[in-house]
């Protein structure tokens, strides 16, 4: 049979470098595939005008899997001015590639697991009862809907007159903003469909169904954002009614959810949302487990198309360091999500189980794990490198 050939794109800043040691994780794992480099990032807006190119959604269409390391964005202006200068006369505007690709392939599922490592020092703790110190087991998975909501870039600003004079036909709009110049707005949208909602909730019970999960919250602000966030509420009471009788439906509103984060995080299951509000409350769990170097990502269209990342940035002040320092797990461990994705489970399986492994035993922590400012020097100050990190690993493999 031929190998798989995966598409790596390693992107900005530390990107490269965690995506290089889990390549080397996944080779020693005795995981067989063919790997091409596809371009992707900042460098590419600069020299191209374009941090997207049309031959990485190329490789992509034709390779169908993806494993992406970390994207550097800025805001509009800055990445005006960072274009080449025979680039500046032709009205370009940044976006982000990985937004890009999201919507290109319509990569609308998005999961977001966090589970705790026994021994990791950087494990969430609280008071209990007697003032004993408690470490509450997470285990959550966020199912977090990609392709729509306020990530969805239907934006304005100072908005034509065609679309100004639309919102002005809503009466809050015209309350609150009509007495507002046109030229001192701007609007971003928040829209959800229901094919885009049913199947992110699809996903979401079919997960807590499949793992055996007790319950799914679902967090929005329905009681606020009534048309969008009240549509997925009444969708997935109906879906759970029907379909999901035996699975447990918790709402919760965003905000809320935030404060109660640090007060029961061991009795959720399953969370879905939109996008934006899926985004705040997977890094919120993520801090509970270690923070974004424990936080991995797949996205996935139900065409068969799959990216794997971590949720991480690019941190290009760390990426010129001469010895890279970066916690690679996040990685690693969205590489395993892939290999969950392909069908080879025992693969990601033995990798968890290393990975668990070195963790437990603690003689090998990156500056994060062993709470260290991120200096050039905490190597030599006893934090292992992003190297040494996956040896680490490697060796348990």
């Not at 990685?331 to 969950?340: G, Q, V």
Request: charged share 30%; glycine share 8%; hydrophobic share 40%.
């Amino acid at each position: 049979m031929a190998k798989r050939t995966i598409v790596t794109m390693p992107g900005d800043g530390i990107g490269k470098a965690v995506l290089d040691e889990t390549l080397r994780v996944l080779e020693a794992s005795g995981f067989e595939a063919d790997y091409v480099e596809g371009d992707i990032g900042w460098e590419f807006w600069k020299k191209e005008g374009n941090p997207l190119p049309e031959r990485t959604i190329k490789l992509l269409e034709k390779h169908k899997i993806g494993l992406f390391g970390a994207i550097t964005s800025k805001p509009k202006d800055e990445a005006f001015d960072e274009l080449s200068d025979e680039l500046k006369d032709k009205s370009l505007v940044y976006s982000s590639p990985i937004v890009g690709l999201r919507q290109h392939f319509n990569l609308e599922i998005c999961a977001r697991p966090c589970k705790t490592y026994k021994g990791n020092p950087l494990n969430f703790i609280r008071r209990g009862k007697g003032d004993e110190v408690e470490e509450p087991l997470v285990d959550v998975v966020i199912f977090r809907q990609n392709t729509e909501g306020l990530y969805g870039g239907v934006e304005w600003s100072n908005p034509s007159e065609k679309v100004y004079d639309a919102f002005m036909t809503h009466p809050k709009f015209k309350l609150n903003f009509g007495k507002t110049p046109k030229e001192e707005v701007s609007i971003s949208t928040r829209i959800f469909t229901k094919e885009r909602t049913y199947n992110i909730l699809k996903e979401a019970f079919e997960h807590a169904k499949k793992y055996g999960y007790k319950s799914v919250t679902l967090c929005e602000k329905p009681n606020v954002i009534r048309e969008t966030s009240g549509m997925m509420y009444k969708m997935a009471l109906e879906m759970q009614k029907n379909d999901y009788p035996n699975i447990e439906l918790w709402n919760t509103n965003i905000d809320a959810q935030m404060m109660w984060l640090t007060k029961n995080p061991e009795d959720y299951g399953v969370i879905v949302a939109g996008n934006m509000f899926g985004d705040i409350v997977s890094d919120g769990f993520a801090g509970l487990i270690g923070g974004l170097g424990f936080a991995c990502s797949a996205q996935w269209s139900k065409e068969g198309i799959a990216v794997f990342e971590p949720t991480h940035g690019s941190a290009p002040k760390y990426a010129d360091y001469e010895t890279s320092i970066v916690n690679p797990i996040a990685m690693i461990e969205s590489a395993c999500m892939m290999l969950d994705f392909i069908d080879e489970k025992s693969i990601a399986k033995k990798i968890r189980i290393a990975i668990a492994a070195v963790i437990e035993e603690g003689k090998v922590r990156t500056y994060d794990m062993k709470k260290m400012r991120g200096k050039a020097d905490v190597v030599n100050n006893g934090a292992a490198s992003t190297k040494e990190m996956a040896d680490a690993i490697i060796a348990k493999l």
